[in-house]
T-cell receptor, first 113, second 112 residues
Framework: DQQVKQNSPSLSVQEGRISILNCDYTNSMFDYFLWYKKYPAEGPTFLISISSIKDKNEDGRFTVFLNKSAKHLSLHIVPSQPGDSAVYFCAASARGGSYIPTFGRGTSLIVHP | GAGVSQSPRYKVAKRGQDVALRCDPISGHVSLFWYQQALGQGPEFLTYFQNEAQLDKSGLPSDRFFAERPEGSVSTLKIQRTQQEDSAVYLC??????????FGQGTRLTVV
């Protein structure tokens, strides 16, 4: 059973608009969350993370929001750029699990010029 | 190099052949992970090392899969008697502390 779920396989957004990628998790022990970005034929690249003691973390155009009660996190990209087109993976980890990341299946983001 | 390096980038194996995939982590990184990524899926955890100790191998799909990191640096993932369902991208990642892991480019294994 998937512990980290990305229910939208794909998302299409116009350049300059906001991209919102969503992620749900089921394991209440998860306390550290990460987003990775992946281009074709490359490995995943770390983007941004958030600890469960926070509900928001911002880094430039990227903001991650965490709603612990709903077991939901989202990644906001504002403004979206064509170079943001990639597959985005949500990952979650737990202190008791040696912080080994568990990944979702990914959301393919396409930003149209 | 500064990043995680994996070799080979591509490997074609005949069914039944043994393969060995290599990972050079970032220097000084204590933790090392192996993941398997099938087409259209997210990375699936295989195994985890802290220095030379294999602390978790719960994700290895069968006893045909074996990983080692004898000196706490370079790691090798070995797959014996490869089968078609082993075809995937194998990703290695390393990490200094408990925060983000850094991934290599992966090895694409195709079993024919």
């Amino acid at each position: 059973d998937q512990q980290v779920k990305q229910n939208s396989p794909s998302l299409s957004v116009q350049e300059g608009r906001i991209s919102i990628l969503n992620c749900d998790y089921t394991n209440s022990m998860f306390d550290y969350f990460l987003w990775y970005k992946k281009y074709p034929a490359e490995g995943p690249t770390f983007l941004i993370s958030i600890s469960s003691i926070k509900d928001k973390n911002e880094d430039g155009r990227f903001t991650v929001f965490l709603n612990k009660s709903a077991k939901h996190l989202s990644l906001h990209i504002v403004p979206s750029q064509p170079g943001d087109s990639a597959v985005y993976f949500c990952a979650a980890s737990a202190r008791g699990g040696s912080y080994i990341p568990t990944f979702g299946r990914g959301t393919s983001l396409i930003v149209h010029p | 190099g500064a990043g995680v390096s994996q070799s080979p980038r591509y490997k074609v194996a005949k069914r039944g052949q043994d393969v060995a995939l290599r990972c050079d982590p970032i220097s000084g990184h204590v933790s090392l992970f192996w993941y398997q990524q099938a087409l259209g899926q997210g990375p699936e955890f295989l195994t985890y090392f802290q220095n030379e100790a294999q602390l978790d191998k719960s994700g290895l799909p069968s006893d045909r899969f074996f990983a080692e990191r004898p000196e706490g640096s370079v790691s090798t993932l070995k797959i014996q008697r490869t089968q078609q369902e082993d075809s995937a991208v194998y990703l290695c990642a390393s990490r200094a502390g408990d925060t983000e892991a850094f991934f290599g480019q992966g090895t694409r294994l195709t079993v024919v």
